[in-house]
């Protein structure tokens, strides 16, 4: 069955930074479109990020875009999510979503990212 399962969330001051991962499976990761969803505490989801490669899309939220980066690692069946320059404003809880032609079908249990001094 499919299974998303991400680590790497955790304290860090402003400025700082983190790298979120995703390990996947049960689906062809390689060929799959993900995506990085955030929910901040008290607040609706947020996207943040999409990479297909098949497609030849990477694209970031205008919030994010600048300080944060997605890339996959075939071989690993990985997604990542490289945060840099973090802000208060990026606290919440990062899922990683399968996208199968913009309907997020599957989703990871997430990983909590608290921004703060």
């Known amino acids: 069955q499919v299974q998303l399962v991400e680590s790497g969330g955790g304290l860090v001051e402003p400025g700082g930074s983190l790298r979120l991962s995703c390990i996947a499976s049960g689906f062809t990761f390689s060929s799959a479109w993900m995506s990085w969803v955030r929910q901040a505490p008290g607040k609706g989801l947020e996207w943040v990020s999409d990479?297909?490669?098949?497609?030849?899309?990477?694209d970031y939220a205008d919030s994010v875009r600048g300080r944060f980066t997605t890339f996959k690692d075939n071989t690993k069946n990985t997604l990542y999510l490289e945060m840099n320059s973090l802000k208060p404003e990026d606290t919440a809880l990062y899922y990683c979503?399968?996208?199968?032609?913009?309907?997020?079908?599957?989703w990871g249990q997430g990983t909590l990212v608290t921004v703060s001094s």
């Open positions: 990479i297909n490669t098949n497609r030849g899309i990477v």
């Open positions: 979503v399968r996208n199968d032609n913009w309907v997020y079908d599957y």
